[in-house]
T-cell receptor, first 116, second 115 residues
């Protein structure tokens, strides 16, 4: 079965420090991987995706993610956290078994809290 | 610049009522989705549609139905609302898979409370 795991419910980091939000996946074949962010009382916003190619993917707001096939991971990173980065982050993988072709399976989410 | 619009941000309904959640997208996307979001459970797919009048069950379709009569509009229907359907409902759309774009665009969400 396909799945995505976000092992941390919450990540706390001080402003200016690097941050990492972890994600591991389990899929058949080559994964399409995504990160989304949700600010309070808002819908999800797309941050970045990995489809193929370079294992380091750069996205919006200074975020990047590293695809690691041997560890089946796709961790989200940022070199210097901002208080405004505080939000709920979701990792997702394309569901290859849904006919739409773009349906996603989401992790349970990780709350990032950046303190000043 | 709003691209996926959910008609109701907050709804309060009573058990047994029929509930309609409406979603409209202005990007001419083929695919549309309804997810529900619950704390600690993430997002779970209820139903999706890959073309007008075409719909398929997602992972948790029980108690729900959908309608897609026009390409831009995708409705979620709760035939008889129950308290366990209290949740945040998120609509999303995307181009078809052949486009290679793969990114879902989400609406702002509809928070439903069933009393």
């Amino acid at each position: 079965a396909q799945s995505v795991a976000q092992p941390e419910d919450q990540v706390n980091v001080a402003e200016g420090n690097p941050l990492t939000v972890k994600c591991t996946y389990s899929v058949s074949g080559n994964p399409y991987l995504f990160w989304y962010v949700q600010y309070p009382n808002r819908g999800l916003q797309f941050l970045l995706k990995y489809i193929t190619g370079d294992n380091l993917v750069k996205g919006s707001y200074g975020f990047e993610a590293e695809f690691n096939k041997s560890q089946t991971s796709f961790h989200l990173k940022k070199p210097s956290a901002l208080v405004s980065d505080s939000a709920l982050y979701f990792c997702a993988v394309r569901d290859i078994w849904k006919q739409a072709g773009t349906a996603l399976i989401f992790g349970k989410g990780t709350t990032l809290s950046v303190s000043s | 610049d709003v691209k996926v619009t959910q008609s109701s941000r907050y709804l309060v309904k009573r058990t047994g009522e029929k509930v309609f959640l409406e979603c409209v997208q202005d990007m001419d996307h083929e695919n549309m989705f309804w997810y529900r979001q619950d704390p600690g459970l993430g997002l779970r797919l209820i139903y999706f549609s890959y073309d007008v009048k075409m719909k398929e069950k997602g992972d948790i379709p029980e108690g729900y139905s959908v309608s897609r009569e026009k390409k831009e509009r995708f409705s979620l229907i709760l035939e008889s609302a129950s308290t366990n359907q209290t949740s945040m409902y998120l609509c999303a759309s995307s181009p078809g898979a052949l486009s290679g774009a793969n990114v879902l665009t989400f609406g702002a969400g509809s928070r439903l409370t069933v009393l």
